[in-house]
């Protein structure tokens, strides 16, 4: 049950893309395609922007993709807008349980 | 829409016990396994526990495996958190998660309630 590593942070300008990587192991990322990405603003609730590793719910935008290899995932956002500056966890399914990364600060410049 | 209220937080000293409640509605609450995860002040998510939708399968984290116990009562459509023994390191916001629809996601349906363990 460790955490999934994501870097602390990342930042981009407005119109450039970010990735926000997620480092886990063959037990969780590497071994279902059951990764998913929330956003989340401070005191707020956690939004899923991403599921089932790149589909995305009803109302994200299509700036949000998301991909695996391996055992890493990634989320991209294109077109940084700055709404988009926010706190960013990648989760996986493990069998029976589920592991969160420690969370990227997304920062738009 | 999915709705999860979540209530029963509040200050408890170390070594004390809380029931956490999450009354859902907007679905079919006894179709859908349920979840707790908590977020630590200024830190990242963690889960916590897990629970089918017909109580029969039950999985905890670690760090709360023989403290925190987890039930559920279908016809109020309600899940339970019980935690005892509660240290320092349970001070968190608590959200209660249900398994997304048609595939393995969680979806948190609403606010948290905070739990602070201090003497």
């Known amino acids: 049950q460790s955490a999934l590593t994501q870097p602390r942070s990342v930042s981009g300008s407005p119109g450039q893309s970010v990735t926000i990587s997620c480092t886990g192991s063959s037990s969780d990322v590497g071994g279902y395609n059951y990764v998913s990405w929330y956003r989340q603003y401070p005191g707020k609730v956690p939004k899923m922007m991403i599921y089932d590793v790149n589909k995305r719910p009803s109302g994200v935008p299509d700036r949000f993709s998301g991909s695996k290899s391996g055992n890493t995932a990634s989320l991209t956002i294109s077109g940084l807008q700055a709404e988009d500056e926010a706190d960013y966890y990648c989760?996986?399914?493990?069998?029976?349980?589920?592991?969160f990364g420690g969370g990227t600060k997304l920062t738009v410049l | 829409e999915a709705q999860l209220v979540v209530s029963g937080g509040g200050l408890v000293k170390p070594g004390g016990s809380l029931r956490l409640s999450c009354v859902a509605s907007?679905?079919?609450?006894?179709?859908?396994?349920m979840n707790w995860v908590r977020q630590a002040p200024g830190k990242g998510l963690a889960w916590v526990s897990s629970m089918s939708s017909d109580s029969k399968y039950i999985y905890y984290a670690d760090s709360v495996k023989g403290r925190f116990t987890m039930s559920r009562d279908n016809a109020r459509n309600t899940l339970y958190l019980h935690m005892n023994s509660l240290s320092a390191e349970d001070t968190a916001n608590y959200y209660c998660a249900k398994h997304c629809t048609d595939t393995v996601c969680l979806d948190f349906g609403g606010q948290g309630t905070l739990v602070t363990v201090s003497s």
């Open positions: 989760c996986s399914f493990a069998g029976t349980s589920w592991v």
């Open positions: 907007g679905f079919t609450f006894s179709s859908y396994s």
